[in-house]
């Protein structure tokens, strides 16, 4: 796996410092059932790092402490974490809202079958990995079967409320490019998803979020490999556009990885560049508000995804 910082590093991007805080972002790990081509983390069956029981309840307590409204569950796959459901249940009786980044996939995997149904009794947000409509384009971006999977799982979540405007299960789907490219606009292929999976399959939903692929991790190793990582990276600095600045998540959100230590976003923590305090990094156990409150927040070339064209962020284009 090639390390795309140095390249990253010799690109400049304006500072930006970060406003207030409403929501932590978790990496509970990097264990996942698949291996997707688009993936930041690199994460797979084999990636074995998962947050510890303690780190997780000093996790619990910082957010208790400061009043944090959101939390974003991802991973890998969150929902392989031992402590998972523990976690959701904590969460729902501290009034907090949970968003789970789902790859969809996991719903079917043995001992996983209940997850769905947890996911609703707790009342939790359902981010789903849906890369495109078609199934020959996700398939090959995340692996053969993946598209099939996907749908029997996005039924049972439909089954359970999730996506029907008349409930209060949100379940919302993630568009990723094919490559080395940036999003199409994502209302016009809101409407294609919609008309495509109610046609083909019945299925609902209610947003789509079109996320431009950062090129680190595995994303960035492919670029890399192909030649296409200076392309890329002009593609995203001649796409910069000045005004997303003002909306890009980094500024109203932390990462959080495995280890409890705190990092700006999670393409960040990727990359291996966390907050310090006196030159030691951040720890959740440790952090206070003033310590992250009207902070620079660490940036280099990769941040250029985020504000090019129409901007991306966890919750799709910014403008």
Same mark, same amino acid.
């Given at each position: 796996?090639? +390390?795309?910082?140095?390249?990253?590093?010799?690109?400049s991007?304006p =500072?930006i410092?970060?406003?207030i805080?409403?929501?932590?972002?978790?990496?509970?790990?990097?264990?996942?059932?698949?291996?997707?081509?688009?993936?930041?983390?690199?994460?797979?069956?084999?990636?074995?790092?998962?947050m510890?029981? @303690?780190?997780l309840?000093?996790?619990? =307590?910082?957010?208790?402490?400061?009043?944090?409204?959101?939390v974003?569950?991802?991973?890998?796959?969150?929902?392989?974490?031992?402590d998972?459901l523990?976690?959701?249940k904590?969460?729902?009786?501290?009034? %907090?809202?949970?968003?789970?980044?789902c790859?969809?996939t996991?719903?079917?995997?043995?001992?996983?079958?209940?997850?769905?149904?947890?996911?609703? @009794?707790?009342?939790?947000e359902?981010?789903?990995?849906?890369?495109?409509?078609?199934?020959?384009?996700?398939n090959k971006?995340?692996?053969?079967?993946?598209?099939?999977?996907?749908?029997?799982?996005?039924?049972?979540?439909?089954?359970?409320? $999730?996506?029907d405007? @008349?409930?209060?299960?949100?379940l919302?789907l993630v568009y990723?490019?094919?490559?080395?490219?940036?999003?199409?606009?994502?209302?016009?292929?809101?409407?294609? $998803?919609?008309?495509?999976?109610?046609?083909?399959?019945a299925i609902?939903?209610n947003?789509l979020?079109?996320?431009?692929?950062?090129?680190?991790?595995?994303?960035?190793?492919?670029?890399?490999?192909?030649?296409e990582?200076?392309? $890329?990276?002009?593609?995203?600095?001649?796409?910069?556009?000045?005004?997303?600045?003002?909306? %890009?998540?980094?500024? $109203?959100q932390?990462?959080? +990885?495995?280890?409890?230590?705190?990092y700006?976003?999670?393409?960040?923590q990727?990359?291996?560049?966390?907050?310090?305090t006196?030159?030691q990094?951040l720890?959740?156990?440790?952090?206070?508000?003033?310590?992250?409150? +009207?902070?620079?927040?660490?940036?280099a070339?990769?941040c250029? =995804?985020?504000?090019?064209?129409?901007?991306?962020?966890?919750?799709?284009t910014?403008?």
């Amino acid at each position: 796996m090639l +390390d795309t910082l140095p390249f990253l590093n010799k690109i400049s991007f304006p =500072a930006i410092n970060r406003k207030i805080i409403n929501t932590l972002q978790i990496n509970l790990g990097y264990r996942c059932n698949q291996q997707c081509l688009h993936c930041h983390v690199n994460a797979g069956p084999n990636r074995s790092e998962e947050m510890s029981h @303690d780190v997780l309840l000093q996790t619990l =307590a910082f957010i208790k402490k400061h009043k944090i409204k959101v939390v974003d569950l991802t991973g890998g796959a969150p929902e392989m974490h031992p402590d998972f459901l523990y976690l959701i249940k904590t969460l729902k009786q501290m009034n %907090v809202k949970v968003i789970d980044r789902c790859n969809l996939t996991i719903l079917n995997e043995t001992g996983y079958e209940t997850i769905a149904q947890s996911l609703a @009794d707790n009342q939790v947000e359902v981010v789903a990995s849906m890369p495109c409509y078609l199934e020959e384009n996700v398939n090959k971006q995340r692996g053969n079967g993946v598209f099939e999977s996907s749908i029997k799982a996005l039924k049972t979540l439909n089954q359970l409320g $999730y996506g029907d405007k @008349d409930s209060s299960l949100i379940l919302n789907l993630v568009y990723n490019p094919q490559g080395a490219s940036l999003s199409p606009d994502q209302i016009k292929l809101e409407k294609d $998803y919609k008309q495509f999976l109610a046609d083909n399959f019945a299925i609902s939903f209610n947003q789509l979020f079109t996320i431009t692929n950062v090129p680190v991790k595995r994303f960035g190793s492919m670029l890399i490999s192909k030649n296409e990582f200076t392309p $890329y990276m002009e593609l995203l600095q001649s796409a910069y556009q000045s005004e997303n600045l003002e909306g %890009v998540m980094c500024r $109203y959100q932390l990462s959080i +990885d495995w280890q409890g230590y705190i990092y700006d976003c999670d393409f960040n923590q990727m990359l291996d560049l966390p907050l310090k305090t006196n030159g030691q990094r951040l720890h959740i156990s440790h952090a206070t508000l003033n310590d992250l409150h +009207d902070k620079e927040i660490i940036v280099a070339g990769h941040c250029f =995804a985020c504000t090019a064209g129409k901007g991306s962020s966890c919750g799709g284009t910014l403008s």
